[in-house]
């Protein structure tokens, strides 16, 4: 019997899954911010434990592990990333810093982009490249090699990043200079736009390469990780989830660092479309509140919504990722007076060390934990099924000191810090709801993460959902994610040409190149033929738009009245038909092909046994659920729940590893695949 396990390293909570495909086993680990790691060993050991096994017993059963990582996220939050050293198109220096044009927000403040490579430390090369793909100027290598001796020798880069202008068009000069930066320092990484994004925009396929540059050390730890795994007997290689919501190996993952980025929200995505599709629900809004973040996104048509244009701390990437918006309020997040007096909740976060007040580990600070704790949803006693109690004192004291300096006691304090944070996740949920061109009506709202199902009530009430879905196992949806995504691998060319003036013959040969490049891809993955599959998609836009709609196109046969006709109805209901005018050229911006891979997964749990009642409390909690004093409000105990089980709220639902809250207003059915259905009476 093989095992497949997912992990998902968060900032606070190292969560891990193991199935052996009927049955599914959950546990979490404090995450060690020096040495991620440990754990990922201490969850193995623990998830083993429940399964009545240890780790190095397990280990080597195991088919698949899957591992979602901050690993790179964290190198890019904090700036602490590799030395980059880049050359470009002499005359284009300045690339980086003169970034995007964009509006200025509404506060009147310009948010100047994040530089990942210091101006010292770019240089320009003599050479040119038309538009059109013909070389103009010749390129100097001479030049060249004085460069790089240069940022090696004076400037001590760590790595290097190579784009010259129009390279996506052709890329013979940046193909040279690159190759000549391998031959003349092995021992330094280096990054070509042109190999990771071939597609029109100069600072975008840039940034690509320079942010592969600055976070190749990010997987130093990994590698350390997989050793040690290997080590332990696990025979199978390690999977990394990547932005775009699939899997890579090691080896792909070092050629392009960055795509590990996000991963574990990404993750968290793919399952929940999972979670939402056994529900019935091809269209939802997802809500995933941690220890750190609060991450919204869409499943649409069944699948995690993409993006071509992702972004990190305000910079376009380029990258392709699932499409999530994050905000700084989860249960992390610290509460305080700014200097107009008003209690505000987040960006920043206790994490895992020292944590909220009531981890006993030093914090002192409230967090929206804390105030969970002393508002009387969470049990302190049974946190983590008991192996972590909360000291509730703690938490009163924390919020109490907080309320010292607006007039306020603990408790008041707790129910504006719940409030604040409700208020802040739920305008994200009703933005990303209202201008996704569905009906929010129509949607379902999935929440899940560690402290995700005690507000996804108020969450799909504020953005007009009127259907509530939380796995059991929300609290590792994310691992659960990674134990179950497929391996993905895209690759790209640029078309920029008007559809009607495009050679389809000629397009559709270079997508069955695509194609064919993509499904070896997948097959250096270990994916066996029966498993593997090819995709295409083309990015389309209005001529002269700046951006684009990403397109479906099946086979890979170009049919332009076919994809026209899909992109219509796709920005119909996107913006709407009175954004369209009539007889605009269409045009193809660039075409993409993703090679799947399916691999053995966990699967969610199917209970064939159900009944048709209304469920028995299995107790009650003193909830301070507003200003008018505490409220006796029942509580369900997860385990005891059998499908078919039915109450209504206010109510709670313990299940060890989070808690589940029933607003008021609410009915809730425990159905046989693992989620809790809570609809609005």
């Not at 195991?62 to 190198?75: H, I, M, P």
């Not at 101006?119 to 070389?135: D, K, L, M, N």
């Not at 179950?484 to 397009?507: G, K, M, P, W, Y």
């Not at 409220?631 to 209504?648: E, K, M, Q, S």
């Amino acid at each position: 019997m093989g095992f497949t396990i997912g992990v998902d390293v968060g900032g606070t909570f190292t969560d891990i899954v193991l199935s052996d495909g009927e049955r599914t086993w959950r546990d979490k680990a404090p995450t060690d911010p020096l040495e991620f790691g440990r754990g990922v060993l201490n969850a193995c050991q623990n998830v083993a434990a429940q399964a009545g096994s240890t780790s190095d017993e397990l280990l080597p059963q195991v088919e698949r592990f899957g591992l979602g990582t901050t690993a790179v996220t964290n190198v890019l939050t904090v700036r602490k990333g590799m030395r980059v050293g880049l050359l470009t198109t002499s005359g284009f220096e300045d690339v980086i810093s003169s970034a995007r044009s964009r509006r200025v927000s509404v506060d009147g403040w310009l948010e100047v982009p994040w530089q990942p490579v210091d101006r010292s430390c770019i240089r320009g090369v003599s050479e040119r490249v038309g538009r059109g793909g013909v070389v103009v100027e010749d390129l100097d290598e001479s030049q060249a090699i004085a460069a790089l001796d240069e940022l090696v020798r004076d400037q001590q880069v760590e790595s290097i990043a190579v784009s010259l202008l129009w390279s996506f068009a052709n890329s013979v000069h940046e193909d040279r200079v690159t190759a000549i930066a391998r031959e003349r320092y092995p021992h330094i990484p280096v990054f070509s736009g042109a190999e990771l994004h071939p597609s029109i925009r100069e600072y975008e396929r840039t940034m690509v390469a320079v942010l592969n540059a600055f976070s190749g050390n990010a997987l130093d730890g990994i590698d350390d990780l997989a050793k040690t795994l290997a080590d332990k007997g696990l025979r199978s290689p390690m999977l990394l989830l990547q932005a775009n919501g699939g899997t890579t190996t090691l080896d792909e993952a070092r050629r392009s660092p960055f795509s590990l980025n996000s991963s574990g929200p990404s993750a968290g995505v793919v399952a929940a479309g999972e979670f939402a599709a056994s529900a019935g629900f091809t269209n939802a809004l997802c809500g995933d509140a941690g220890g750190t973040s609060f991450d919204v996104a869409l499943v649409r048509d069944g699948l995690p919504q993409r993006t071509q244009r992702g972004k990190l701390h305000g910079v376009i990437t380029a990258q392709s990722t699932v499409d999530v918006e994050s905000i700084g309020a989860a249960g992390g997040s610290i509460a305080w007076v700014d200097d107009r007096g008003l209690l505000r909740v987040g960006p920043d976060s206790a994490r895992a060390m020292p944590g909220p007040a009531c981890y006993g580990r030093g914090g002192t600070k409230p967090t929206l934990t804390d105030a969970m704790v002393v508002l009387g949803y969470i049990d302190p006693a049974s946190f983590l099924r008991g192996s972590m109690p909360l000291d509730a004192d703690a938490a009163l004291k924390a919020c109490s000191t907080v309320g010292e300096q607006l007039g306020l006691s603990g408790e008041e304090v707790a129910l504006g810090i719940h409030a604040i944070a409700v208020e802040q996740m739920g305008k994200a949920a009703r933005l990303l709801a209202t201008s996704s061109g569905l009906e929010p009506k129509s949607l379902a709202f999935l929440g899940y993460g560690g402290s995700g199902p005690l507000f996804s009530g108020d969450l799909a009430r504020i953005a007009g959902v009127p259907t509530v879905l939380v796995p059991l196992p929300a609290s590792v949806l994310s691992a659960f994610g990674a134990a179950c995504a497929e391996v993905r691998r895209e690759r790209l060319t640029s078309v920029n040409q008007l559809i009607d003036a495009v050679d389809t013959e000629s397009l559709s040969a270079k997508m069955k190149s695509l194609g064919q490049a993509v499904y070896d891809d997948v097959e250096r993955n270990g994916v066996p033929e029966s498993k593997r599959r090819v995709e295409f998609e083309a990015d389309i836009r209005f001529h002269q738009q700046s951006f684009e709609l990403t397109i479906p196109i099946g086979d890979g046969a170009f049919d332009a009245s076919e994809v026209k006709k899909h992109f219509i109805e796709q920005y119909s209901q996107r913006y709407g038909t009175s954004a369209i005018t009539l007889g605009t050229p269409v045009e193809v911006a660039a075409v993409r092909a993703i090679g799947i891979g399916s691999l053995p997964r966990a699967a969610i749990q199917v209970d064939p046994d159900s009944v048709s009642e209304t469920a028995v409390p299995d107790g009650t909690r003193q909830i301070l659920l507003d200003e008018n004093g505490r409220r006796a409000v029942d509580v369900y105990i997860a385990a005891n729940l059998r499908p078919g089980h039915t109450f209504a709220g206010p109510a709670i639902v313990d299940q060890g590893d989070t808690t589940i809250v029933v607003p008021d207003g609410y009915r809730a059915m425990r159905d046989s695949r693992h989620t809790l259905k809570m609809e609005a009476i």
